[in-house]
């Protein structure tokens, strides 16, 4: 699809409050002409105003000087005025309508080019706004081009026919062609492939995905075909809840930006009280002319441009708003610009460990032979056909060995699961039947030696002091015991060294018994792990490092809600987290991307010093030419291009957090 015939559909539209030129109900030219029309409008009533200026160096020009002046009236000045009539009759007073009040009076005190400068400069300056604020909602916008409308569906007779994304149901198969982008959540059920995920995770390298992985929606399949067997309607895919997560964020204001908003109705009013007070004062007490460029009329209408805080008013919410939407690409979701703030003020990061730290998936990581011995491929052959119908995490990390190692199960007969204790089933090997059993500590304690036992006993009490979790098994009469570790995720080190040299102190607070989490702490250099906690201790702690250091709390499981909304900022990991856990957190790391975390800091000093940077500069703008345009000594015009400039300025400045963080 070019760009020219790009449209929206009609559901898209009105979710996403596009601008008019997105409309469907536009055609391709149409839609080509109405691409930044207000900023085409703005820049045209420039070139007119220009052109007055250089006709009015021409006495026999003045008529087509006052002719283009006509025009920026009419092209910026009339759309003005019908908004700020519009905002009188609904008792609205806000800085709009200060504006036009300045422009319109600029005409009746003899000074209509200075007039026509303020509306020239306030439109372009509105324009450049709205550029930045639809430049920051580009996450959105964008994930609404990449999520397809339509998709191809597998019959159960085997055809294929299209279907509408609205209607495919989950347990439906849908065909995704190479070159494709998934359409809904689902997992593969033929085919392999890669995927291009650097639209939801920012990841550029492709990840390959074959029968049993799950996919998300809005990746590009690359290469081979794939059918997946959905999992999501479109409400709830992947796509789906990044839109909502974005646009609530967007949505929810800050306390500074909420002040500003009810500041700005009550300064607007005192500003227009003043300038009404200073025109019939100033003559009084001064003894200035009420007309002229020294009288009062003047002044107070240059007064009137200069104090208002319309560079103020954008420099919060334009900031925000670019940096929740880079947030948003790189995978981060916040719940509104104020977790900025809050990430600002915290100086520790709390992790939970299975699940985050960890992938909460078990490997193997040793055997111990206690009684007689054979080759370890020989043990795992004869522990496969026992485990293939577990679910339990020890079993899927002796299956999972068993693949890596590419070793078939032997032949099994007479199974039987002992509920809480383990397996038992004889396998067969060179003809021989031969008797397992697989299952905790106590399930073959009865049939061991006292000397047995206390070996057991000794291994097991080893691996628990190295963090790592045990299967016993008998084959025979060989005995052996399996060690099994949590597989830590591997950008967690990193996240951990980066967070640490950015002065915060990290912690961990996990249910685990203590060897396990002192464990894991070491290898990734925490400085304060807590371990063997109850859902109550957990919230215990968080209660104190939240009021003592200020918190950022990382989680994912249903036990995590309570310490994620008792911290300063919870952050849960997106993928495969508990519910609970995502509705309690104010930020969604969507893809479990831990490195991303000291990224966020980053990202919220960044945003933090913008944010100044805009307030201090609009607040300049005000305090400096306020008092010299009273005094006379700042003419009108000058006044129109200081507030003017800084809006502008305030606005480029804020676009700097759609790039990364330097520091």
């Not at 597998?154 to 359409?183: M, T």
């Not at 919870?570 to 000291?598: C, F, K, W, Y």
């Not at 006044?639 to 957090?657: D, F, K, P, Q, W």
Request: contains cysteine; aromatic residues 6%.
């Amino acid at each position: 699809m070019t760009k020219e015939k790009e449209a929206i559909v009609f559901d898209e539209f009105f979710e996403m409050g596009l601008d008019d030129r997105k409309s469907p109900f536009l055609t391709p030219q149409s839609r080509r002409w109405g691409v930044n029309l207000f900023l085409k409008a703005s820049l045209l009533s420039l070139f007119l105003l220009l052109s007055s200026y250089l006709l009015a160096l021409h006495p026999t020009l003045q008529p087509f000087a006052s002719l283009a002046l006509v025009g920026v009236y009419f092209l910026v000045g009339v759309p003005a005025l019908i908004d700020s009539v519009d905002d009188l009759l609904n008792l609205e007073l806000n800085i709009d309508v200060l504006m036009t009040l300045a422009a319109f009076s600029s005409i009746l005190i003899g000074s209509p080019a200075e007039g026509a400068m303020l509306l020239v400069l306030f439109a372009i300056s509105g324009a450049m706004a709205d550029a930045v604020s639809e430049k920051a909602k580009s996450a959105i916008s964008s994930l609404y081009k990449i999520a397809p409308t339509s998709a191809t569906v597998i019959l159960e007779d085997g055809s294929r026919a299209p279907r509408s994304v609205k209607d495919i149901q989950v347990g439906d198969k849908v065909l995704i062609r190479s070159g494709e982008v998934i359409p809904l959540d689902g997992v593969v059920v033929d085919g392999i492939s890669s995927l291009n995920l650097v639209h939801l995770t920012g990841e550029s390298l492709p990840i390959p995905k074959e029968v049993g992985d799950e996919v998300p929606s809005g990746a590009e399949n690359l290469e081979g075909t794939l059918t997946i067997r959905v999992t999501k309607p479109q409400a709830e895919s992947t796509v789906s809840r990044i839109i909502d997560l974005v646009t609530s964020a967007q949505e929810a204001k800050p306390k500074l930006q909420h002040w500003f908003e009810k500041f700005s109705k009550r300064y607007a009013t005192t500003i227009i009280a003043l300038s009404g007070f200073f025109i019939l004062a100033l003559p009084l007490f001064f003894g200035i002319p009420y007309t002229g460029e020294e009288g009062s009329i003047y002044r107070s209408v240059a007064f009137l441009i200069a104090a208002s805080p319309c560079a103020l008013i954008i420099a919060t919410p334009i900031a925000y708003l670019s940096a929740i939407s880079t947030s948003a690409k790189k995978g981060v979701l916040l719940k509104g610009g104020i977790i900025f703030d809050a990430i600002y003020k915290c100086g520790a990061v709390a992790f939970d460990k299975t699940g985050t730290l960890t992938t909460g998936e078990l490997h193997f990581a040793n055997v111990d032979f206690l009684q007689g011995e054979t080759s370890v491929d020989t043990l795992l052959q004869a522990a496969a056909p026992l485990e293939e119908g577990a679910i339990h995490p020890i079993a899927k990390a002796f299956l999972s060995e068993c693949e890596e190692r590419k070793l078939a199960p032997l032949p099994m007969r007479g199974f039987k699961a002992h509920a809480g204790r383990g397996l038992s089933a004889e396998v067969e090997s060179k003809g021989k039947w031969i008797p397992v059993k697989i299952g905790n500590r106590a399930f073959l304690e009865e049939e061991l030696t006292p000397e047995q036992q206390t070996l057991l006993a000794e291994k097991s009490d080893e691996a628990k002091r190295a963090g790592q979790l045990i299967a016993v098994m008998k084959v025979g009469e060989t005995l052996a015991l399996f060690r099994f570790e949590d597989t830590l995720r591997p950008e967690a080190k990193e996240a951990v060294t980066q967070l640490k040299k950015q002065g915060l102190h990290v912690a961990m607070l996990t249910g685990d018994h203590r060897e396990n989490g002192e464990r894991v702490a070491k290898e990734l250099g925490i400085d304060e792990p807590f371990s063997e906690l109850k859902p109550e201790d957990k919230l215990r702690h968080v209660t104190e490092l939240s009021s003592d250091k200020g918190l950022v709390m990382v989680g994912d499981g249903i036990n995590d809600a309570p310490a994620l909304t008792r911290a300063n900022v919870g952050v849960a990991m997106g993928s495969g987290s508990a519910t609970t856990a995502t509705q309690a957190a104010d930020v969604i790391l969507l893809h479990n991307n831990l490195e991303r975390l000291p990224w966020l800091f980053k990202k919220s000093k960044q945003t933090r010093h913008i944010i100044a940077q805009n307030l201090t500069l609009a607040a300049s703008v005000i305090l400096f030419a306020t008092t010299p345009a009273l005094l006379g000594i700042i003419p009108l015009w000058l006044a129109v291009v200081l507030h003017e400039g800084g809006t502008i300025l305030v606005g480029l400045n804020a676009l700097r957090l759609l790039r990364d963080p330097i520091f």
